[in-house]
């Protein structure tokens, strides 16, 4: 009977530092409005993405290459990546009428955040 009681005394403290452990979560998540670096569901607009992107790229092109760590392969995908997004957001920002206050769509999210990805891996 004691070792019951002990038993469910620990399963309590337990659950309690859970909960508050996922009620810390859930309040930083609300506060930061559960977003990735790059926004993540178009909560960023064009121009602050074209933004990031381009000081993304800038850093790349004046750090990264010059000091010859990157490989031609790694130029490549850069590049590769590159053509992708700014394909993308041209696209929409030609979908927006030139708006750049228009919310970033999903998939130049996701084409910016991959950029970011091959970006960190080479540099």
Request: charged share 15%; glycine share 6%.
């Amino acid at each position: 009977m004691q070792r019951s009681i002990r038993r469910n005394k620990i399963m309590k403290t337990k659950m309690q530092k859970f909960c508050a452990i996922l009620l810390a979560l859930a309040t930083l998540c609300l506060i930061s409005g559960c977003t990735t670096p790059m926004g993540g569901g178009g909560s960023l607009r064009l121009k602050q993405t074209r933004d990031d992107m381009d000081s993304a790229m800038t850093r790349y092109r004046n750090i990264a290459v010059p000091s010859g760590n990157v490989t031609l392969a790694g130029q490549q995908q850069v590049t590769a990546a590159y053509d992708a997004y700014k394909a993308a957001f041209d696209a929409a920002v030609q979908n927006a009428n030139s708006n750049y206050n228009a919310p970033t769509p999903n998939n130049v999210t996701q084409l910016a955040d991959q950029l970011l990805s091959v970006l960190g891996a080479v540099e």
